[in-house]
C-alpha cells in the first residue's frame, strides 16, 4: 500500500494540470491514468481554441477564468515551451437571427472585459478574412483569440509536474473509493493508495468515479462532433472562424492551427455508436457548410477526419422514486466538492482548455488550504520542449546535425522531424505511434504516417528492449 | 557549398534511369539523392514478378544497377527538405549532416503518394489496423511483418490486388475486396489471382464505416446497387484506392524551366517501362539545356 496526500485521478489536460499546480504545494501527489499514456481520452479530440471569453455568462467562475486564462496563455506557453498563435477570432452571421446572437455575446463580452472585442459589419469581416464568402451580415472580432495543441499542452504540463516531482501511474484503473480515518482508500487495478485528498479528472468517467463513493448528483450525458484537417500546403484563413447559423447551435468551426493546418470542426451531435467515432452525415454537413462559408478553402486537401466527445453535466433529479438526468446540459463549470479534501471536474468542455491552469490552480490552491500545506519555493514552471530541427535556423540545425547524427536522419518526411526527435519522445514517455505524434508531431502530414509507421515502431520496440 | 549541374531527387526507377542517360549523354557532374539506405525506391518493396516482363522489383533494381556507371555520385539515407527558387536544395542526412547544394537543373523523381484513409469520407473510429496497401506491401517485404488477419483490402487496383495475393499466399485471410466500380479495376495478369486463390470481389460498393476503439474490429459495406449495408468483421483495412504525384517539394514553386518531373510524381504509371523512359527523357533534356545555356 502507498501513501501520499493527494491522489489526481485522470491525466488528460485537465488532470496533468491539476497535478503540475499542486507541485506549487508542499504536497505528495500520485496521477492515476488508465491508458499507457497521459492525453488520449477527450484532450485527443479537442478544437484547440483559446478562448477569449465573450461566450459566457458574465459574473460566472467560468467567464473569470475564460478571460483570465486567455490574458496569461502567452506566459503558460512560454514556461511551458508550447507554441502559441494568437489568431484572432471572428465570429461571422449570415441573417438577422446570427445578428441577434453576436449583439448577445458582444455585451457579454463587454460585461465580462474582454479586450479589443468589435462588433463589425459584414464587409469589413470580408476584407479583415478575405476567405470568407459574402453575404455575412456582422461579426464580432475578438483579437485575443488563439490557438494551441491541446495535447502538447497538456503533455507538457505533464512533464513539467513529474519534474516537480509528482508520481504518476499509468496503465492503472481505480475500481473502488473507501472512506477512512486519515481521508481516503484507493483501490486502483495496480495497489490500494490512503490519501488525504482526492481530485477526480476522471474525463469522461468523472461521474461515476465519484459515484463510487458518493450518492449520484452529477451525471455526463454524450455528444459527439466531427473534425476535418487539411494538409497545411493548402491556403487557409489567418483567423479563427466561427460560423453562427440561423438555426441554433448549428455552426462550424475553422481554426487554421499552430502547424498551419486547417482544422474544421462540427456542431455537436448525439452520440451514434462507439466513442471518438465521426458519422458521415455529420462529416457531409460539415463539408457542405465549410464550401459555402469559407468558398476559397479547398475541401479536396482534407488528409484526416476523426470524432470527439464532449461530456456534458446533468444535475439529477428525483423522478417517480428514481434519480435522472434533469435533460439540461449545465452551463457553468461542475466543481463539486461532496466531502471535505473530495473535489471532482465534472463534464467540464469548452472553454476548459482555456481554463486547464486556471481551473488547475483552482483546485491546487484549495487542496493546499485543506491539507495545511506550504508552499514549494523549489517549484520550477519551466519545462524544456523537445528541440525540433524543423524551427532551426540553418546554422543551429548545422551545429546540431554534427554534433549528433540522428539529427540529421528524417524519419517523418512530411512534416520534417528526425529520429533523435522520435528517441526523445520515447523516453519522455511514448509508448505508441500515437504517444510519439502527440509529442513530436509525426504521421500529421500528408502522408498520414504511411512512410514512417514502421520505422517509429521499430524504435519503440528497440526501447522496449533497452528496458528489459 | 557543393554544387553541381544536376541534382535529382529520388534514386528509384525514374531517378536512376534519369542519372544514366545524363551521364551517357555527357554530363558529368549529377548528385543523386534518395532518403532509403538503398537505391531502387519503391522497387524493393515489390516482391511480386512483372517488372520488364518476368522480374521482381528487387531483380529488376539488381539489372537496372548492374550498368549504372559508377562515377555518378550518389547520396543515400539523405532527405531533400526543400528546394528553392535559387537554385538550392537542403538537404539532411547521417552521413552528411545538414547541407545546402546548389545546381544548375533539378530532376523531380520522387514517386507518388498513397491515398489514405484520412481523405476519404469515411466515417467511424480511427483504431490501429487500418493501412495503405503501399504501408503493408513495405511491412511484409522489408521489415518482415505480417498484418492481423483477416483482411479486408478496399480498392480492386493492381497494387490492391497484389497485396491480396501476396497476404493469402502468407496465410492471412482476405475476406472481401471492395470495389467502387462495377468491375475490378486491376490488369488482367493481377485479376487472375481473385479465381485462383477465391478472393471475393464486391462491386459497385465501398467502405463507409470504420469500427473499432483501440484496435480495427470490422469495416462497414455499403452496397450502391442493393442500397445494403453489412458489417464485416475483421482485424486489417488495407486502403489501396489509388496513387497521386508526390510533389509536395516543389509546392508553391510555380512552373520553374530548371525543374524536371520524372516517373510517378509526374503521372503515375502502371509500368515501369514507362517511368523510365520518362527518366531518361528527363535526364537528356536536363543536360540539354546546361549545354545551351538555358
Known amino acids: 500500500m502507498k501513501v501520499v496526500d493527494t491522489v489526481v485521478i485522470g491525466g488528460g489536460v485537465l488532470g496533468c494540470f491539476v497535478a503540475r499546480n499542486l507541485m506549487r ?16 481520452g477527450v484532450t485527443k479530440a479537442n478544437t484547440a481554441i483559446v478562448y477569449a471569453g465573450y461566450d459566457n455568462q458574465p459574473g460566472s467562475l467560468k467567464a473569470e477564468m475564460t478571460v483570465h486564462g486567455n490574458e496569461v496563455f502567452d ?16 465570429m461571422v452571421g449570415f441573417g438577422p437571427q446570427a445578428d441577434k446572437v453576436m449583439q448577445k455575446k458582444f455585451n457579454h463580452g463587454i460585461r465580462n472585459n474582454v479586450p479589443g472585442l468589435r462588433l463589425i459589419s459584414g464587409k469589413e469581416a470580408c476584407e479583415m478574412e478575405p476567405h470568407l464568402a459574402s453575404g455575412v451580415t456582422s461579426a464580432l472580432y475578438a483579437p485575443t483569440t488563439g490557438t494551441v495543441n491541446p495535447w502538447q499542452l497538456g503533455i507538457a504540463a505533464y512533464e513539467n509536474a513529474i519534474q516537480n516531482g509528482c508520481d504518476v501511474w499509468l496503465k492503472t484503473k481505480v475500481i473502488g473509493i473507501q472512506k477512512t480515518e486519515y481521508g481516503y482508500a484507493v483501490e486502483t487495478t495496480k495497489e490500494f493508495i490512503e490519501c488525504r485528498a482526492i481530485l477526480n479528472c476522471a474525463g469522461l468517467s468523472a461521474d461515476k468515479i465519484q459515484e463510487l463513493l458518493f450518492p449520484p448528483t452529477v451525471r455526463l450525458i454524450l455528444d459527439g462532433s466531427e473534425f476535418l484537417v487539411l494538409d497545411r500546403h493548402t ?40 466513442y471518438f467515432s465521426t458519422s458521415s452525415k455529420s462529416m457531409d454537413r460539415l463539408r457542405s457548410i465549410a464550401a459555402d462559408i469559407l468558398p ?6 482534407v488528409i484526416r477526419s476523426f470524432g470527439a466527445v464532449r461530456p456534458n453535466p446533468h444535475w439529477m433529479v428525483e423522478k417517480k422514486g428514481k ?43 484549495r487542496t493546499a488550504e485543506y491539507l495545511n500545506a506550504l508552499p514549494n519555493r523549489g517549484f520550477n514552471p519551466k519545462r524544456q520542449a523537445i528541440r525540433a530541427v524543423r524551427k532551426m535556423n540553418f546554422e543551429t540545425r548545422n551545429s546540431l546535425v554534427m554534433r549528433d547524427p540522428d539529427y540529421g536522419d528524417i524519419v517523418c518526411q512530411c512534416e520534417d522531424i528526425s529520429k533523435a526527435e522520435i528517441l526523445e519522445a520515447i523516453r519522455r514517455g511514448a509508448t505508441s505511434i500515437a504517444g510519439v505524434k502527440y509529442r513530436v508531431g509525426v504521421g500529421m502530414g500528408q502522408c498520414q504516417g504511411s512512410r514512417c509507421s514502421q520505422i517509429i515502431s521499430k524504435l519503440l520496440e528497440g526501447a522496449r528492449h533497452e528496458l528489459l | 557549398m557543393n554544387y553541381y549541374e544536376i541534382v535529382i531527387v529520388g534514386a528509384g526507377a525514374a531517378g536512376i534511369a534519369a542519372a544514366k542517360s545524363a ?56 532527405t531533400v527538405l526543400s528546394i528553392s527558387p535559387d537554385r538550392t536544395v537542403i538537404l539532411s542526412g547521417v552521413a552528411i549532416g545538414f547541407r545546402k547544394v546548389s545546381f544548375d537543373q533539378l530532376i523531380m523523381a520522387t514517386g507518388c503518394l498513397e491515398i489514405t484513409l484520412g481523405s476519404l469520407p469515411v466515417a467511424g473510429t480511427r483504431p490501429e489496423g487500418v493501412y495503405t496497401a503501399g504501408q503493408v506491401q513495405e511491412m511484409v517485404n522489408i521489415y518482415h511483418q505480417l498484418p492481423q488477419g483477416p483482411v479486408v483490402i478496399l480498392g480492386s487496383g493492381d497494387l490492391g490486388l497484389i497485396m491480396a495475393k501476396q497476404l493469402v499466399l502468407e496465410g492471412i485471410e482476405v475476406l472481401a475486396m471492395v470495389e467502387k466500380k462495377p468491375k475490378c479495376g486491376g490488369m488482367a495478369r493481377n485479376q487472375r489471382c481473385l479465381s485462383e486463390y477465391n478472393i471475393p470481389l464486391i462491386c459497385s460498393a465501398t467502405v463507409t464505416k470504420v469500427l473499432g476503439e483501440e484496435y480495427l474490429t470490422g469495416v462497414k459495406v455499403y452496397n450502391f446497387h ?27 514553386l510555380g512552373t520553374l524551366n530548371w525543374i524536371h518531373l520524372c516517373g510517378n510524381c509526374n503521372v ?16 537528356i533534356t536536363a543536360w540539354d539545356k546546361i549545354q545551351r545555356g538555358n
Open chain 1, 75 to 90: 506566459t503558460l506557453c512560454k514556461d511551458l515551451e508550447v507554441p502559441f498563435l494568437r489568431r484572432g477570432s471572428l
Open chain 2, 226 to 252: 442493393t442500397e445494403e449495408e453489412q458489417v464485416i468483421p475483421c482485424k486489417s483495412l488495407l486502403v489501396a484506392v489509388g496513387l497521386c504525384p508526390d510533389q509536395t517539394l516543389i509546392y508553391g
Open chain 1, 296 to 301: 476559397k478553402v479547398d475541401l479536396n486537401q
Open chain 1, 323 to 365: 434519480l435522472v438526468p434533469d435533460g439540461k446540459s449545465i452551463g457553468s463549470f461542475v466543481i463539486e466538492n461532496p466531502a471535505p479534501g473530495f473535489y471532482s471536474l465534472i463534464g467540464i468542455k469548452t472553454p476548459g482548455l482555456t481554463c486547464a491552469d486556471e481551473l488547475g490552480k483552482y483546485l491546487a490552491d
Open chain 2, 268 to 283: 503515375v504509371h502502371p509500368m515501369v517501362d514507362a517511368v523510365i523512359l520518362e527518366g531518361q527523357k528527363a535526364g
Open chain 2, 23 to 78: 551521364y551517357e549523354a555527357g554530363c558529368n557532374s549529377i548528385l543523386l539523392i534518395d532518403r532509403k539506405k538503398e537505391m531502387g525506391g519503391i522497387l524493393l518493396q515489390c516482391a511480386h514478378r512483372g517488372f520488364g516482363s518476368h522480374l521482381t522489383g528487387v531483380e529488376y533494381t539488381q539489372k537496372l544497377l548492374e550498368q549504372f556507371p559508377e562515377k555518378i555520385q550518389v547520396l543515400l539515407d539523405t
Open chain 1, 235 to 274: 491556403a487557409t484563413p489567418e483567423h479563427i472562424i466561427f460560423h453562427e447559423s440561423e438555426e441554433a447551435g448549428k455552426g462550424i468551426t475553422a481554426v487554421p492551427t499552430v502547424e498551419g493546418n486547417l482544422l474544421l470542426a462540427s456542431s455537436k451531435r448525439p452520440m451514434d455508436g462507439e
Open chain 1, 25 to 40: 504545494w508542499k504536497i505528495s501527489v500520485v496521477l492515476l491514468e488508465e491508458k499507457n499514456d497521459v492525453c488520449m
